[in-house]
């Protein structure tokens, strides 16, 4: 729900691809959008959430930035490689078949932290993906579409810490701080 007042954030924690990765992101996003049809997200917007925060008092904004400040871990080669659309919410995303421990690894550092600043986290299993289409026609297909996109390599050094404000166009992204691998 919007804040009015503005006087809370709505946060979350990000990995945010360089131009190369983008740019072989927006081609999978063709070839999905070809198959399924859907709205593209915009190349700006595209990102893989690592923790979704949610809404944060402002006054507290300080102690994320320190967070993510605080948070190492060792760089790690991802590689999204499977197309994936879902009935439940007609999202289409690329996934990664395999998930690096360091990825996950850094994921379950940001729920800890997150908790001990006094965040209740979800405990599901985390899926690694970034969403390429909203209102995807996914009816008829499986939840897995498989290997249909060129594989995406990307290798991660950092992750951003990022503010989200809704607006009536859809989403705009400001990040608040990066946290770096050792």
Same mark, same amino acid.
């Given at each position: 729900?919007?804040?009015?007042?503005?006087? +809370?954030?709505?946060?979350?924690?990000?990995?945010?691809?360089?131009?190369?990765? #983008?740019?072989?992101?927006?081609?999978?996003?063709?070839?999905?959008?070809?198959?399924?049809?859907?709205?593209?997200?915009?190349?700006?917007?595209?990102?893989?959430?690592?923790?979704?925060?949610?809404?944060?008092? #402002?006054?507290?904004?300080?102690?994320?930035?320190?967070?993510?400040? *605080?948070?190492?871990?060792?760089?790690?080669?991802?590689?999204?490689?499977?197309?994936?659309?879902? #009935?439940?919410?007609?999202?289409? +995303?690329?996934?990664?078949?395999?998930?690096?421990?360091?990825?996950?690894?850094?994921?379950?550092?940001?729920?800890?932290?997150?908790?001990?600043?006094?965040?209740?986290?979800?405990?599901?299993?985390?899926?690694?993906?970034?969403?390429?289409?909203?209102?995807?026609?996914?009816? @008829?297909?499986?939840?897995?579409?498989?290997?249909?996109? *060129?594989?995406?390599?990307?290798?991660?050094? @950092?992750?951003?810490?990022?503010? +989200?404000?809704? %607006?009536? %166009?859809?989403? #705009?992204?400001? %990040?608040?701080?990066?946290? +770096?691998?050792?």
């Amino acid at each position: 729900m919007p804040d009015p007042a503005g006087l +809370s954030a709505r946060l979350f924690f990000a990995l945010w691809p360089d131009a190369a990765v #983008r740019a072989q992101l927006l081609q999978a996003q063709q070839h999905l959008h070809a198959a399924f049809g859907g709205r593209r997200m915009a190349a700006d917007t595209l990102h893989l959430t690592l923790l979704f925060v949610g809404a944060c008092p #402002r006054a507290r904004l300080d102690e994320w930035v320190k967070m993510a400040a *605080e948070v190492r871990f060792k760089p790690f080669a991802l590689t999204l490689d499977r197309a994936e659309c879902w #009935r439940h919410n007609h999202i289409a +995303s690329l996934t990664a078949a395999s998930t690096p421990p360091a990825l996950a690894e850094l994921s379950g550092q940001l729920i800890l932290r997150a908790e001990a600043l006094g965040v209740a986290c979800e405990r599901r299993p985390f899926v690694p993906h970034v969403t390429l289409l909203r209102n995807a026609e996914c009816a @008829g297909v499986t939840p897995v579409v498989g290997p249909v996109v *060129e594989p995406v390599g990307w290798t991660v050094s @950092g992750f951003s810490l990022v503010e +989200s404000n809704l %607006t009536p %166009t859809g989403a #705009r992204y400001q %990040t608040l701080a990066y946290g +770096s691998a050792e």
